[in-house]
């Protein structure tokens, strides 16, 4: 079982930028894919970025590319989630995610990641 908690949202304004944090316990991290997803009021969950067990391969969603950088420290046991440029459309509660197996690849689909923190609110002013 591994616990995830999520820190670093707040209000800014459009253009600034946040850093968003994933700190793990329980088990290490460091070889489990992680990612982050957002969810807006009213709509489904969906990827913003993932990085693979190892750190060597990062994946991002088209609306977020250019803008955000995943990374991780595995021996802080933490994933993070740089975000420049920000706009008032990327308002939302952003949760990072676990996969179960190790070793295994990222994926974008959201179902298919074990452990979920609580979420950080991001609310980005025009």
């Known amino acids: 079982q591994v616990q995830l908690v999520e820190s670093g949202g707040g209000l800014v304004q459009a253009g600034g930028s946040l850093r968003l944090s994933c700190a793990a316990s329980?088990?290490?991290?460091?070889?489990?894919?992680m990612a982050w997803f957002r969810q807006a009021p009213g709509k489904e969950r969906e990827f913003v970025a993932a990085?693979?067990?190892?750190?060597?391969?990062?994946g991002y969603a088209d609306s977020m590319k250019g803008r955000v950088t995943i990374s991780r420290d595995s021996a802080k046991n933490t994933v993070y989630l740089q975000m420049n440029s920000l706009k008032p459309e990327d308002t939302a509660v952003y949760y990072c995610?676990?996969?179960?197996?190790?070793?295994?690849?990222?994926?974008?689909?959201?179902?298919?990641?074990?452990?979920w923190g609580q979420g950080t609110q991001v609310t980005v002013s025009s």
């Open positions: 995610a676990s996969r179960l197996a190790i070793f295994s690849p990222y994926t974008y689909k959201p179902n298919e990641y074990a452990y």
């Open positions: 329980g088990r290490t991290i460091s070889n489990v894919a």
């Open positions: 990085i693979n067990w190892s750190g060597t391969s990062t």
